[in-house]
């Protein structure tokens, strides 16, 4: 463990001198102990998250759960634990004041959207000709954890000012999430535009967008009941991906190739190529961090929750979704090192 943290160090100041000499230009610097602190939080995170999957596997090896419960559990949260989160987060977050100030921002994570999930479409076409699996994979390089992993390393790290941009970069990420992202990942790739509207989520997002242009505050017993249903997401959403891997074969988890190079797309490639283009083009280091940080966040449970729901290919999104969570631990501290 030592050596493997001598080596992150290393290629993270190999890295960091390389992109300073090239690029002359602003940067945020980490300390030692906020590397330390960086793999400590990504360590607890993923630790919680192993042990709810750990649920999800054994109850379901067990017949605790049955054959019925992955789906069961998956349309609870689409329809209700996630509307649940987004009519918190945009009431909150999608503000004009906000945008306004921080347009810049929103302009940048527009571009960086539109670019990677462009890109994504010819990614997917290599790792499989299924056309399902394609979705996986064309979700997986387009959208990071956001909430679960993103937000709390951001605010631990950088404070609580990174952490509104952070929030605003990601609207628009939320906003392709419960549109395009929810088609992508799903097996309804022909959805009426009735169904779409229809779609909690969706509607869930109109109206949270609504709360925060008009500025309501919402009673604080509502607030609560949106804040428990939210908290809610992310263990189910692990049980879920627990019950996924009881019907996989765990090594086909080790030895598939794509597993590996997806995770290196998703965790080292997107936010370097991202970090460096945006440092050649002078951008300032504020608006460079939450853009770099976030996207160097694993793959996010959506992958597994859609197409579990739906009937989608739940099982590539668990692979996908496990292999890069365990590689984070390693990449992330490398990443923010050079912000």
């Known amino acids: 463990m030592p050596e493997m943290r001598k080596a992150a160090e290393f290629s993270a100041a190999f890295l960091d001198v390389w992109i300073s000499q090239v690029y002359n230009c602003e940067r945020v610097r980490i300390k030692g102990s906020e590397s330390v602190q960086i793999v400590s939080i990504t360590v607890n995170q993923l630790i919680t998250m192993f042990f709810f999957m750990a649920i999800g596997y054994v109850f379901r090896k067990t017949n605790i759960l049955d054959i019925y419960a992955g789906n069961a559990v998956s349309r609870l949260i ?35 959207l539109i670019i990677t999930a462009v890109l994504s479409i010819f990614l997917a076409k290599i790792f499989s000709k299924d056309k399902n699996t394609q979705g996986i994979y064309m979700y997986s390089f387009t959208i990071p954890n956001l909430g679960y992993m993103g937000y709390p390393l951001i605010q ?15 609207l628009p990420y939320n906003v392709y999430i419960y549109t395009i992202g929810m088609q992508v990942l799903t097996s309804r790739k022909n959805a009426s535009i009735l169904g779409l509207l229809t779609n909690p989520s969706i509607i869930a ?40 891997f009881a019907r996989i074969n765990m090594k086909s988890v080790f030895s598939d190739w794509r597993s590996y ?29 939450p853009c770099v940080a976030i996207l160097a966040m694993p793959l996010g449970v959506n992958s597994v929750v859609f197409p579990e729901a739906y009937g989608g290919d739940a099982e590539s999104g668990a692979k996908v979704c496990f292999m890069a969570a365990i590689l984070a631990v390693f990449t992330i501290p490398i990443v923010f090192a050079l912000l």
């Open 78 to 112: 689409v329809n209700v634990f996630m509307p649940a989160m987004v009519v918190r987060s945009f009431s909150q977050n999608f503000k004009l004041e906000v945008i306004s100030d921080k347009l810049m921002i929103v302009v940048i994570s527009i571009i960086v």
């Open 205 to 244: 997002m109109i109206v949270g967008a609504i709360l925060g242009l008009c500025d309501v505050q919402l009673p604080g017993t509502v607030m609560k009941i949106l804040t428990t249903a939210e908290s809610c997401v992310t263990p189910c959403a692990m049980i879920l991906t627990g019950t996924v």
């Open 261 to 289: 190079a997806a995770s290196a797309i998703r965790l080292l490639a997107l936010p370097l190529i991202a970090l460096m283009i945006l440092r050649l083009m002078k951008v300032p280091a504020n608006w460079i961090l």
């Open 156 to 170: 631990a790290i950088f404070g609580d000012a990174a952490l509104l941009d952070a929030m605003v970069y990601c």
